[in-house]
């Protein structure tokens, strides 16, 4: 019982942190926000703008998203810096 229970844990910590933005995001695990770099994401209010330079088909100077056909990007990534 004490190894289903491991492995039941193992499995679900592996989905949690393998998985992209929008899992972790309802259980309170935000990605990074963009507001680390104000400089470069001034203008940036719509999530159509995010995949412009971070669509993996497209690649940029940016690094590429795990996730390009999830629709929320701002709702993980626009938190406020602590």
Request: hydrophobic share 30%.
């Amino acid at each position: 019982m004490n190894i289903q229970k491991t492995l039941s844990f193992a499995l679900l910590l592996f989905v949690v942190s393998s998985s992209g933005c929008a899992y972790r995001y309802y259980l309170g695990m935000h990605g990074p926000s963009i507001r680390n770099s104000p400089e470069t994401h001034l203008d940036v209010k719509k999530d159509e703008q995010c995949l412009q330079c971070h669509d993996p088909a497209n690649p940029t100077d940016a690094p590429p998203t795990s996730h390009p056909h999830f629709k929320g990007c701002l709702g993980c990534h626009d938190d406020a810096l602590k």
